[in-house]
């Protein structure tokens, strides 16, 4: 009883940042991703005679946290196949967790992927998102491929994502400038829960940000796309400042003026930003080169990763053990 699973992580276009319901984990408002071919989670599961649940994420051994969410979300599975075995659990991401990608997006996706296949419960990909989303809620939007959204819903079974454009389709580049390698003192879970008046404000407005970038997508407009997905970034971090949360770095408005002074100049980028210091940025494939030598010129230990849009989460035969 043993399968493995390799899902990208994605970087949103409409954020989600609030939830409407602690337990079930459901959002305050839709959101839309992009999946990043670059960067990927393998997890290995076996569900078998163990003594006890073990999890390795990146070489090292669990515990705490980290642990705990991951045995919730295996308890999930036990449930679901009605089965009480222990599991084993390796995974490794092909970048280090501090790179400030949202590693909890490709992980659990990896992991529900994993456990489904490993349990041979034959999920469909809708039920797969939906019990992503209970471990962690951007994951829910790592399992279909390429641009996707994540309904919100109202209850567990209408909370869940789908594919809006396969990858293939719309060639937009998310160029990461990774500004710092520190781990963030407060992490997007605990961060929402502070909540605040801006909260309300978000919502008189992102479901305007919401259709262009929906219809962006559909229509291959990439100006479109790009100016909403920053409009709604600094949404977003409006209301997190509110909360007194300030995730950017120096450097982070530098890359932001960057940007605008090469939009200004005809190279035509945007930026969007998650619960970090880390910058993306949109271009299209022949503004590529010009975006990276520019950033470089003025910061060259700035390490940037250029991704495509990534595929879906899928098994893979190779396993970790
Ligand atoms: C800023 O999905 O990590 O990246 O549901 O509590 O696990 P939990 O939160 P998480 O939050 C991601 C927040 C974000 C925006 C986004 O990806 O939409």
């Given at each position: 009883?043993?399968?493995?699973?390799?899902?990208?992580?994605?970087?949103?276009?409409?954020?989600?940042?609030?939830?409407?319901?602690?337990?079930?984990?459901?959002?305050?408002?839709?959101?839309?991703?992009?999946?990043?071919?670059?960067?990927?989670?393998?997890?290995?599961?076996?569900?078998?005679?163990?003594?006890?649940?073990?999890?390795?994420?990146?070489?090292?051994?669990?515990?705490?946290?980290?642990?705990?969410?991951?045995?919730?979300?295996?308890?999930?599975?036990?449930?679901?196949?009605?089965?009480?075995?222990?599991?084993?659990?390796?995974?490794?991401?092909?970048?280090?967790?501090?790179?400030?990608?949202?590693?909890?997006?490709?992980?659990?996706?990896?992991?529900?992927?994993?456990?489904?296949?490993?349990?041979?419960?034959?999920?469909?990909?809708?039920?797969?998102?939906?019990?992503?989303?209970?471990?962690?809620?951007?994951?829910?939007?790592?399992?279909?491929?390429?641009?996707?959204?994540?309904?919100?819903?109202?209850?567990?079974?209408?909370?869940?994502?789908?594919?809006?454009?396969?990858?293939?389709?719309?060639?937009?580049?998310?160029?990461?400038?990774?500004?710092?390698?520190?781990?963030?003192?407060?992490?997007?879970?605990?961060?929402?829960?502070?909540?605040?008046?801006?909260?309300?404000?978000?919502?008189?407005?992102?479901?305007?940000?919401?259709?262009?970038?929906?219809?962006?997508?559909?229509?291959?407009?990439?100006?479109?796309?790009?100016?909403?997905?920053?409009?709604?970034?600094?949404?977003?971090?409006?209301?997190?400042?509110?909360?007194?949360?300030?995730?950017w770095e120096p450097e982070t408005i530098k890359i932001i003026?960057?940007?605008?002074?090469?939009?200004?100049?005809?190279?035509?980028?945007?930026?969007?930003?998650?619960?970090?210091?880390n910058v993306h940025i949109l271009t299209l494939p022949e503004n590529e080169e010009k975006i990276?030598?520019?950033?470089?010129?003025?910061?060259?230990?700035?390490?940037?990763?250029?991704?495509?849009?990534?595929?879906?989460?899928?098994?893979?035969?190779?396993?970790?053990?």
């Amino acid at each position: 009883m043993k399968a493995t699973a390799l899902a990208h992580p994605n970087i949103a276009f409409i954020k989600y940042w609030g939830k409407l319901d602690q337990e079930l984990n459901l959002p305050l408002n839709n959101s839309i991703s992009m999946n990043l071919d670059s960067f990927y989670t393998k997890t290995t599961v076996e569900f078998n005679d163990f003594y006890e649940d073990y999890v390795m994420i990146n070489k090292k051994i669990s515990s705490g946290i980290e642990k705990s969410r991951v045995v919730e979300h295996l308890d999930r599975f036990r449930k679901l196949a009605g089965v009480d075995m222990k599991a084993k659990v390796i995974s490794e991401n092909n970048f280090p967790s501090s790179a400030g990608i949202a590693s909890s997006s490709s992980g659990f996706a990896a992991l529900t992927l994993a456990c489904s296949s490993a349990l041979k419960l034959n999920l469909d990909e809708r039920t797969l998102s939906s019990i992503s989303r209970r471990a962690s809620g951007s994951s829910c939007r790592s399992i279909p491929g390429g641009f996707v959204e994540w309904f919100m819903g109202s209850s567990d079974e209408t909370s869940y994502a789908e594919s809006i454009e396969e990858p293939e389709n719309f060639i937009v580049l998310d160029i990461v400038a990774i500004v710092s390698r520190r781990k963030k003192d407060v992490s997007s879970t605990e961060g929402m829960k502070i909540f605040n008046p801006y909260f309300y404000a978000r919502l008189a407005e992102v479901h305007e940000h919401l259709c262009f970038v929906r219809n962006a997508i559909k229509e291959k407009n990439f100006t479109q796309l790009g100016k909403y997905a920053e409009k709604d970034c600094i949404s977003m971090h409006t209301v997190m400042m509110n909360s007194g949360l300030f995730y950017w770095e120096p450097e982070t408005i530098k890359i932001i003026k960057l940007v605008s002074e090469l939009r200004k100049e005809g190279t035509e980028c945007y930026f969007t930003i998650d619960a970090g210091p880390n910058v993306h940025i949109l271009t299209l494939p022949e503004n590529e080169e010009k975006i990276r030598n520019r950033i470089q010129k003025e910061n060259e230990k700035i390490e940037l990763i250029t991704s495509k849009p990534g595929g879906k989460a899928r098994i893979i035969d190779e396993n970790l053990f």
